[in-house]
């Protein structure tokens, strides 16, 4: 795999993984009942804490072991997209959110 520095690129992924991430989400709480205000609050608190914590912005240690996660994105056959830091998704999910209840 050839790993590629394209921050425009992987920014544009970024948006498109946090949209279907809330969308995901937002079908599940729905199908377990819940309406409204409850909807969109539990559904912006769980995307932003996955985002969180793919962001490696939420610690991570289990059993004395510290787990750093660093997003990638597949855009070819052979070839990984990174900005060159940490990813920034949870930056996206209250603007998703605005988005969707337009």
């Known amino acids: 795999m050839r790993l590629n520095l394209d921050p425009t690129l992987f920014e544009q992924q970024q948006a498109l993984f946090v949209r279907a991430l809330v969308q995901s989400i937002r079908v599940k709480l729905q199908e377990a ?15 932003f804490s996955v985002a969180s914590t793919i962001d490696d912005t939420s610690a991570i240690e289990i059993d004395g072991s510290e787990v ?17 830091e940490n990813a920034y998704t949870h930056e996206f999910v209250y603007e998703t959110l605005q ?3 337009e």
């Not at 009942?33 to 995307?47: K, N, P, Q, Y």
């Not at 750093?68 to 060159?84: N, Q």
């Open 99 to 101: 988005k969707m209840l």
């Open 33 to 47: 009942g819940l309406r409204g205000e409850a909807l969109e609050e539990t559904t912006a608190s769980i995307a």
């Open 68 to 84: 750093h996660p660093y997003l990638t994105f597949r855009t070819g056959d052979a070839a990984l997209t990174h900005c060159g």
